[in-house]
């Protein structure tokens, strides 16, 4: 009598212990399956400078933990080809909508622009001093900088030096745009705004307090990205 309850109680315990490792198995398969669920996202395959213009060579697709991926995560290359970086992007991080800007925002907002740790400073020029109204924004022009001094003979004497070289063109007056994105191709100024280190740019006023500066426009350099 005393084997049959023990045989039967091995069988209960038998089918018990089947059937909490079948479900232990079954949620470990479902945590499994839920744990490996992933999305595509775009992150950057290199370093984006802030107000940069971003090109497709610069971002990849790869795959992200669904519970790790932001809502702002672009998806797709083609959402952030070609626009601007608000702020910069590190090499493998996620790019997301909201740091992303339009030539239009450009064209509006010149601190949209300045690069990370350079400053827009506006100078007063006249038809000869801009080269007749001819450099436009994203040109690179060098500044002259040209001192009167007198001789023993109190005699005026000028004296020019370069003061800064390529230094890139943020706007002329209060156009932002190149002439290829904008409908004006030609337009009369009289100030121009460039961008540079905060140092240079205490340089260029001293200059200006001090003498006369004139631009000098470079070859105009490849499209920026």
Do not use: C
């Amino acid at each position: 009598m005393k084997s049959k309850m023990v045989l039967m109680l091995s069988l209960i315990m038998g089918i018990i212990t089947t059937f909490l490792f079948f479900q232990y198995t079954k949620q470990m398969k479902t945590e499994k399956t839920t744990a490996i669920q992933t999305v595509a996202v775009v992150v950057a395959k290199e370093r984006i400078e802030k107000n940069e213009k971003i090109s497709s060579a610069k971002l990849e697709i790869v795959q992200m933990p669904e519970n790790s991926a932001l809502p702002e995560g672009v998806k797709t290359i083609p959402e952030a080809e070609g626009k601007l970086a608000n702020s910069m992007i590190e090499k493998g991080e996620p790019v997301l909508s909201h740091r992303l800007g339009t030539e239009k925002e450009e064209g509006v907002y010149v601190s949209r622009k300045v690069k990370e740790g350079y400053r827009a400073i506006s100078i007063g020029v006249d038809i000869n001093q801009s080269v007749t109204n001819l450099i436009e924004p994203e040109d690179e022009v060098d500044v002259i900088f040209t001192k009167i001094t007198m001789d023993p003979a109190k005699q005026p004497v000028s004296q020019s030096m370069i003061l800064l070289k390529q230094v890139r063109v943020l706007a002329v007056g209060r156009k932002m745009l190149t002439p290829e994105d904008t409908k004006e191709p030609y337009t009369e100024y009289s100030s121009i705004t460039i961008e540079l280190k905060p140092e240079d740019a205490m340089k260029l006023v001293n200059a200006k307090e001090e003498g006369k500066i004139h631009f000098i426009l470079n070859k105009r350099p490849l499209v920026r990205e």
